[in-house]
């Protein structure tokens, strides 16, 4: 198996509330006919799928999906951009969980809740700068 993840979905109770939430962030959907809305990322996607019709493809119910204790990281290049950006998931809907602060190990970050609970984290990590194209790269490794 090739290291890397393709495609990651979120269950959404209400997607077109979701959606809506992740344009005004800035960033560009492309729908699909099959009921996904999709964000093309930097060599992934993020999708956008109805809770209901997830639960019932895996073949479980709803409540079995539960939340899972994970985060998804969105990096910046500048320290300075970390509370700009807090700050307008905040006036898309998001609840900010942990304003712009400086970590222990020497990066920036804080953290936000989308409209559906999906915990977002936004940091600056000086030791993992970001490639020419936006792409995050573990220790500068490329």
Do not use: C
């Not at 890397?4 to 729908?31: C, H, P």
């Not at 799928?49 to 119910?61: D, K, M, R, S």
């Not at 290049?77 to 307008?88: F, N, Q, S, T, Y």
């Not at 936004?122 to 790269?137: C, E, I, T, Y």
């Amino acid at each position: 198996m090739e290291q890397r993840v393709s495609l990651i979905t979120m269950g959404a109770r209400d997607i077109n509330v979701l959606a809506q939430f992740y344009e005004a962030l800035g960033w560009k959907r492309v729908d699909s006919p099959d009921g996904v809305i999709a964000f093309d990322l930097i060599g992934q996607t993020l999708g956008l799928y109805p809770l209901a019709a997830l639960a019932e493809e895996i073949g479980v119910p709803v409540d079995a999906l539960g939340r899972g204790a994970m985060t998804l990281a969105y990096n910046v290049r500048e320290k300075g951009d970390v509370a700009p950006l807090l700050g307008r998931a905040k006036a898309a809907g998001a609840q900010v969980l942990k304003p712009a602060s400086d970590v222990f190990w020497g990066g920036h970050h804080g953290y936000f809740a989308d409209p559906e609970g999906h915990i977002w984290e936004v940091a600056w990590n000086p030791f993992s700068p970001l490639g020419p194209d936006g792409a995050f790269q573990w220790n500068g490794a490329e």
